[in-house]
């Protein structure tokens, strides 16, 4: 597809449940400005084929990088761009995928541009400048953001993209590494139904449930408000089993005992179960980066002149865990905070 545009996307895309051609291994495609990609490895599951929507994926995190490689088969043609480029060589490799130099080069000749950054910030921030998205991006581009962002930000984003003939929509999604990894996220999306149905089949390729929550910004206040009910059953769980485990309860029996019963939740049923009591706290989504949500939730409630003294204790209480725990540590790791202060461990 080197140098050409397909026509929009929307137009001709097959749905996930058509049959896809497969033809000739000789199909390739490159963008302007993309770094040449070394040949897949022969264990990959990257094949060349027909192509028909570009699409670039900017931050191959934790949560980025399983969502993109959804995408890094036909009918897409993917491109992508990371800061830190051996992340992004790394993926291509495995995937076929091209790299771009900047944003500007990932947006040029993209139908669809999806960003995954740690906050609404970072991808303002990748909008202006000669190697901006913006300076790539055509009349009539998509940009999907991913990120858990905040609504004020994403709703300015979309003005600015506006003038330029883009449409924008906030998508953050829900389901963890592993629901990226299965395809299996919950995505709620904040935008006009028009830019949600163009983005439908790109959304589809790594989300099972699909919502459209209201206008741009919704999808990022739903996922705020998931976010802090998130933050908060952590820490009153931890709360709970520091003080069981200091009395001389088993955690593990208190937590089969709370499982079936009327305060169990996510958190209890899964997280603690396999990261607490096992003491395996696997790093899959940073501790700042849910302080970052229950810290948008308060501020949303606030905006909106709702009282929330719990969520705005939860995010105030997730800080001192961050400042104490380090950017590095698992949201789940908080409990270690409580640990320290009552000076007990939650162990098997
Ligand atoms: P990570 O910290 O693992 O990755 C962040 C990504 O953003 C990396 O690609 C990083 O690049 C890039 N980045 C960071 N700062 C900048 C910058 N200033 N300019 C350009 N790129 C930057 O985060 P996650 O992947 O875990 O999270 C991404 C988003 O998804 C967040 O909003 C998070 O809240 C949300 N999310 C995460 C989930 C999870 O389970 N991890 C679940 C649901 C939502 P580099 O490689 O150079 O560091």
Redesign the pocket.
């Known amino acids: 597809m080197a140098g050409k545009r397909s026509a929009r996307f929307h137009d001709h895309l097959p749905r996930r449940a058509h049959r896809l051609t497969i033809p000739s291994a000789s199909t390739t495609f490159r963008r302007p400005g993309c770094i040449p990609r070394s040949p897949a490895p022969s264990t990959s599951t990257y094949q060349p084929s027909t192509f028909n929507v570009n699409v670039s994926f900017l931050?191959?995190?934790?949560?980025?990088a399983p969502m993109a490689r959804h995408l890094a088969k036909p009918p897409f043609a993917l491109t992508v761009w990371?800061?830190?480029v051996e992340?992004a060589r790394t993926f291509a490799a495995e995937t076929g995928a091209q790299v771009a130099k900047s944003p500007a080069d990932a947006s040029r000749g993209a139908d669809v541009v999806i960003t995954?950054?740690?906050?609404s910030r970072?991808v303002e921030?990748?909008l202006d400048g000669d190697l901006g998205l913006l300076a790539g991006l055509s009349v009539g581009g998509l940009m999907i953001d991913?990120?858990?962002?905040d609504p004020a930000t994403s709703r300015r984003i979309a003005e600015r993209v506006a003038h330029r003939g883009i449409a924008f929509m906030d998508a953050?999604?829900?389901g963890?590494?592993s629901g990226a990894q299965q395809g299996t996220l919950t995505v709620m999306c904040g935008a006009e139904p028009a830019t949600l149905e163009r983005a439908r089949p790109v959304l589809e390729a790594f989300g099972k449930k699909i919502v459209l929550c209201g206008p741009v910004g919704a999808g990022d206040a739903v996922k705020a408000v998931n976010q802090a009910l998130l933050g908060i059953h952590i820490w009153a769980l931890s709360e709970g089993l520091v003080a069981l485990s200091k009395a001389g309860v088993s955690p593990s029996l208190a937590l089969e005992v709370i499982n079936a019963s009327s305060g169990r939740s996510n958190v209890s049923q899964n997280l603690f179960t396999e990261r607490v009591i096992t003491r395996a706290f696997p790093r899959?989504?940073?501790l700042a980066?849910l302080e970052?949500?229950v810290t948008i939730a308060a501020e949303f409630a606030r905006e909106n002149r709702v009282p929330s003294p719990l969520t705005q204790s939860v995010a105030d209480l997730l800080r001192v865990a961050r400042q104490t725990l380090g950017e590095e540590a698992d949201h789940v790791e908080t409990v270690k905070l409580l640990e320290q202060w009552a000076a007990c461990e939650v162990r098997g």
Do not use: M, Q, W
Request: aromatic fraction near 4%.
């Open positions: 931050g191959l995190g934790a949560i980025g990371n800061r830190t992340r995954c950054l740690p906050t970072e921030s990748l991913c990120t858990s962002g953050p999604v829900s963890g590494v899959t989504f940073k980066l970052k949500d």
